[in-house]
Antibody
């Protein structure tokens, strides 16, 4: 059974940092691209970042480029999102999602979501 | 990076057919396949339609998708109360270094 279990998140101050983790099981992690998608309160889904199966290729939305870093440890079957210089607009539920091999926008499995709240 | 264009809302009575449009450009829908997601508040999004018109296992056949040129659409026929949710289209965009674009989302209300 494919599972994506997220951890991290919580309350953080503006300008601070957070690291989100997504531990996966039930599939060969290194053969799948992964992404982070977020939903701010009252807003729609927003793709944040993606990474190839090997970790060699990364993609970022303009809104987070330079502040967010996506990475993965294929030996630990874990995906990460390092969020720096937090802003109020980063407050959102963050989801990790597996990209199907045929399409980088086809997310066939999702984590349960983790809330990041940026507030002083 | 903007979003794909969807109507903010759609509604219908049980049994009716509802259609949601998704408009993009040559760098996204015109080049890559479209996927649709159903999102109920408090739960993770669910893949509803992939590769423009394919349903994953477990998705009822009252959901269907299509793509033409730089636009796509999702149809729900035989609307049911449990279909009340937010629906999003998504496609990869080849501009800049490449990124995924979601539509703004359509809230479907069952009257």
């Amino acid at each position: 059974e494919v599972q994506l279990l997220q951890s991290g998140g919580g309350l953080a101050q503006p300008g601070g940092s957070q690291r989100l983790s997504c531990a996966v099981s039930g599939f060969t992690f290194s053969t799948y691209g992964m992404s982070w998608v977020r939903q701010a309160p009252g807003k729609g889904l927003e793709w944040v970042s993606g990474i190839s199966g090997s970790g060699g290729i990364t993609y970022y939305a303009d809104s987070v480029k330079g502040r967010f870093t996506i990475s993965r440890d294929n030996s630990k079957n874990t995906l990460y999102l390092q969020i720096n210089s937090l802003r109020g607009e980063d407050t959102a539920v963050y989801y990790c999602a597996r990209s199907h091999t045929s399409s980088r926008s086809r997310f066939d499995y999702w984590g349960q979501g983790t809330l990041v709240t940026v507030s002083s | 990076q903007s979003t794909l264009t969807q109507p903010p809302s759609a509604s219908g009575t049980p049994g009716q057919r509802v259609t949601i449009s998704c408009s993009g450009s040559s760098s996204n829908i015109g080049t890559n396949t479209v996927n649709w997601y159903q999102h109920v508040l408090g739960a993770a999004p669910r893949l509803l339609i992939y590769s423009n018109n394919q349903r994953p296992s477990g998705v009822p056949d009252r959901f269907s998708g299509s793509r033409s040129g730089t636009s796509a659409s999702l149809a729900i026929s035989g609307l049911q109360s449990e279909d009340e949710a937010d629906y999003y289209c998504a496609a990869w965009d080849e501009s800049l270094n490449g990124h995924c674009m979601f539509g703004g989302g359509t809230k479907v209300t069952v009257l």
